[in-house]
């Protein structure tokens, strides 16, 4: 680290970061493709904690890695025990746990709606960086899974 920073500075940056990652999973379960593709760094990395091994890279085609999800498959992702490491002014570490349920939805169904069998429990490592225009956002998030329910 080149220059101090503050505890003020430090938790402010938490903070955001936090903010970040929490956006991100309630984006994600609105279905919105285009706030989750620019929450990454033009040549951020996104790896489904599903499919660590297909990484989406770059903005465009994170956003089409969204898009592509089936249109009846509804979501929840439960963000658990997040931590952020402040690297410097510039660079966070962040690690969380994700829990994501799921729901396929038929036409005309009526809410709540049950659960798919199967559930995940996994995490995101993450590099968060300040872009150019001062936000903070992702430059790389790797998923992983530990466990699968059902």
Request: contains cysteine; charged residues 30%; glycine residues 6%.
């Amino acid at each position: 680290m080149t220059a101090e920073i503050s505890a003020i500075e430090r938790l402010i940056i938490t903070q955001d970061c936090l903010e970040l990652i929490c956006r991100f999973a309630r984006k994600n379960d609105d279905r919105d493709a285009d706030a989750l593709a620019e929450m990454f760094v033009a040549d951020g990395v996104f790896r489904r904690p599903s499919l660590p091994d297909e990484p989406y890279r770059g903005r465009e085609a994170i956003r089409a890695g969204f898009r592509a999800r089936p249109a009846n498959k509804l979501t929840r992702h439960v963000v658990c025990n997040p931590t952020v490491t402040v690297v410097s002014a510039t660079e966070v570490r962040a690690e969380s746990y994700i829990l994501l349920y799921t729901a396929t939805v038929e036409d005309g169904a009526k809410f709540p709606v049950p659960a798919d069998a199967r559930q995940l429990l996994g995490a995101f490592d993450d590099l968060i960086v300040r872009d150019a225009d001062g936000a903070w956002k992702f430059k790389a998030r790797n998923g992983s899974l530990a466990i699968t329910i059902g």
